[in-house]
């Protein structure tokens, strides 16, 4: 199995930037593909960006497309996510998430049910 451990959040002013790391351990990172999923308070866990195995796709959710990039270093066993012009509505607990659903290189989920493993989550809170 393999170990995820989430970094990089905290406070930001609206229209500011952070970016979140998740450093995955045990198993060779490429063989998951890897996904961004956030919780606000009162709120269903929701997704906001996965990347295949390979890093050559990825897709975002309607909310953040344009502000969000994800990204990930194989060679690091690390993943990204790189979010600009932050909202008050981005205020959230940010997880990754990691399947190993057998999938081909390129292929990307974005289903909550597809991913087995998760990292602990970053708070991210963005004030107006």
């Known amino acids: 199995q393999v170990q995820l451990v989430e970094s990089g959040g905290g406070l930001v002013q609206a229209g500011g930037f952070l970016r979140l790391s998740c450093a995955a351990s045990g198993r060779t990172f490429s063989n998951y593909a890897m996904g961004w999923f956030r919780q606000a308070p009162g709120k269903e866990r929701e997704f906001v960006s996965a990347?295949?195995?390979?890093?050559?796709?990825?897709y975002y959710a309607g909310s953040v497309k344009g502000r969000f990039t994800i990204s990930r270093d194989n060679a690091k066993n690390t993943m990204y996510l790189q979010m600009n012009n932050l909202n008050p509505e981005d205020t959230a607990v940010y997880y990754c998430?990691?399947?190993?659903?057998?999938?081909?290189?390129?292929?990307?989920?974005?289903?909550?049910?597809?991913?087995?493993?998760w990292g602990q989550g970053a708070q991210v809170t963005v004030s107006s």
């Open positions: 998430a990691a399947s190993s659903k057998p999938m081909s290189i390129m292929s990307i989920t974005t289903r909550y049910g597809d991913y087995n493993y």
């Open positions: 990347i295949s195995r390979s890093g050559s796709n990825t």
